[in-house]
C-alpha cells in the first residue's frame, strides 16, 4: 500500500479544531471519535513561557517605555513574529483514505503515532493544542505550537522566534528553496513515513501539493482572501486612528507650547509694569540727589556764566537719562509687538488645523463605530479569529518559503 503524506500550514482556528462551532464540510456523529491531545489557552502557555525572561528584560531597562507589559499583546500586535503556528498532517487522500473507511482508521492509528511523539522530537515548539479530526473526509492531525529560543543574547533571553527555534534545533537553513521551515518539514515527514512503515504502508512522493487539498481546506483557502479584504480595511483603519492620534497630540502639544509663551509674554508684561511702578517709586531720587537739582546763582555770577557752568550740563544730564529710558522703552515695545504677531499667527494657524481635521475625526468615529457594531455582532472572539486567519494568508503570499503544502 502506497499513500501520500501532506503538511500544510494552516490557519490555526482555536474553535474549529475543538469544534466549537460545526462547520459545513463535519459529520457531527463522528465527532465523538476525534482524538483531542490538549487545548491549553494560549495566554496561559505566553505566561508559563515568558514571564521570567519579562522581568528579567525589563529589570535592565533605564527607560520606562522600553519595558514590555505584556509579551503576548507586544507579538499579537507586532509584525515580526507570529502569536503561534500551526501545521496540518494527513496521510492520502479523500479517495484513498476516507474518515470512514478501514484505511482511514488505519491513517488514524499512524497520526496518532505520530503526534504523540511529536513533542519530544521538537523541544523548541511548544505545543499547547493538537486534535486528530476524525469527523471530517479523511483524517488529520492539527498541530498549534509556539517556537521559541531560550539563552538569547538580544532582546528578552527567552522569546519568540521561528527561524531560531528551528535553528537550536539543528535546521540551519541555506539556500532560498532550502529553509529552516523547508528542512523541517521534510524531516517531518521521514519521522511520518517511518511510522507508516511500521504500519505497512509505503511513502508515495508527489511532485506537487494538489491531491491533497480536500473540500474543505480549499474552502478554507477561499474564505482567507475573502477576509483579506475586511482585515486590509481593519489594518488601514487602525493605520488611520494612530495617525489621527499622533496629529491630535502634535496638535495638543503645539496648543501647550503657545500657551506656554503667552503666559512667558504674561510674566514678561508684568515684570515691566512692576519695573515702572519701582521707578515711579522711586522717582523721588531724581528729586532729591543734589546733582539733579538746579543750584542758586551765586553772588555776582553773570547769566551767561551760570547758563554755561550750571543750568547746561544739568540740562544734558537730564537729557542723557531721558534718552536711556526712551531707547529701553521702544526696544522693549518692539519685543513685545513681535512676540505679539507671532502668537496671533500660531493662533490662526492652529485654528485651521483644527477645522481641517474635524472631518478627519468625524469620519474616524464612523469606522470605529461600524467596526464596534461588527464585533457586537460576530463576537470579539470570531473577529480576532477572523483577523488571525488573513493575517496568515498574508504571511503566505509575502513569504513564499511558508508554502501551504510541502509534499515532494
Known amino acids: 500500500m502506497k499513500r501520500t503524506i501532506s503538511v500544510m500550514l494552516g490557519k490555526g482556528s482555536a474553535n474549529h479544531n475543538s469544534r466549537q462551532f460545526i462547520a459545513a464540510n463535519i459529520d457531527a456523529e463522528r465527532t465523538q471519535f476525534n482524538m483531542p491531545y490538549c487545548n491549553t489557552p494560549i495566554k496561559d502557555v505566553y505566561h508559563e513561557l515568558f514571564d521570567g525572561a519579562v522581568e528579567r528584560y525589563n529589570a535592565k531597562q533605564t527607560r520606562n517605555d522600553r519595558c514590555i507589559n505584556d509579551y503576548y499583546e507586544k507579538i499579537r500586535t507586532g509584525r515580526q513574529e507570529k502569536l503561534f503556528y500551526e501545521v496540518i ?28 511523539s511529536f513533542q ?83 511513502w508515495e512522493k508527489l511532485g506537487t501539493h494538489d491531491e491533497h487539498l480536500n473540500v474543505m481546506d480549499y474552502k478554507k483557502v477561499q474564505r482567507a482572501k475573502e477576509v483579506a479584504a475586511l482585515e486590509g480595511t481593519i489594518t488601514q483603519k487602525e493605520e488611520e486612528i494612530e495617525f489621527l492620534t499622533e496629529k491630535k497630540v502634535s496638535v495638543k502639544n503645539e496648543l501647550d507650547e503657545f500657551i506656554t ?51 547746561a550740563p544739568l540740562v544734558r544730564q537730564l537729557k542723557d537719562v531721558i534718552r536711556s529710558i526712551l531707547l529701553q522703552f521702544f526696544e522693549k515695545t518692539q519685543e513685545l509687538k513681535s512676540r505679539l504677531n507671532q502668537a496671533n499667527n500660531q ?62
Request: proline share 4%.
Open 89 to 116: 498532517v494527513q496521510v492520502g487522500n479523500m479517495e484513498n483514505m476516507s474518515a470512514t473507511s478501514e484505511d482511514g482508521q488505519l491513517a488514524a492509528r499512524v497520526l496518532d503515532e505520530f503526534m504523540r
Open 120 to 202: 519530544t522530537r521538537n523541544p523548541c515548539l511548544r505545543v499547547f493544542a493538537a486534535n486528530l479530526h476524525m469527523d471530517e473526509a479523511t483524517p488529520h492531525l492539527h498541530v498549534d505550537f509556539i517556537p521559541f529560543i531560550t539563552g538569547s543574547k538580544r532582546g528578552m533571553d527567552t522569546r519568540v522566534s521561528l527561524k531560531q527555534a528551528l535553528a537550536a534545533q539543528g535546521f540551519a537553513g541555506g539556500t532560498k528553496g532550502d529553509t529552516e521551515w523547508n528542512q523541517w518539514v521534510k524531516s517531518e515527514k521521514v519521522q511520518l513515513a517511518c511510522v507508516m512503515e511500521r504500519h505497512g504502508i509505503e
Open 261 to 311: 509663551q503667552v503666559e512667558d509674554t504674561s510674566d514678561r508684561l508684568k515684570t515691566i509694569a512692576e519695573k515702572e511702578a519701582f521707578v515711579a517709586h522711586n522717582a523721588s531720587h531724581y528729586d532729591e540727589e543734589p546733582e539733579y537739582e538746579l543750584p542758586e546763582p551765586k553772588t555776582l555770577a553773570s547769566a551767561k556764566s551760570y547758563h554755561d557752568k550750571v543750568a
Open 347 to 408: 493662533i490662526w494657524n492652529l485654528s485651521d488645523r483644527i477645522k481641517k481635521l474635524e472631518p478627519e475625526n468625524e469620519r474616524l468615529h464612523s469606522v470605529e463605530r461600524n467596526f464596534g457594531r461588527l464585533s457586537r455582532f460576530l463576537g470579539d472572539e470570531q473577529v480576532e479569529d477572523i483577523i488571525n486567519e488573513v493575517k496568515v494568508e498574508e504571511i503566505n503570499e509575502r513569504e513564499p518559503k511558508f508554502r501551504r503544502d510541502y509534499a515532494r
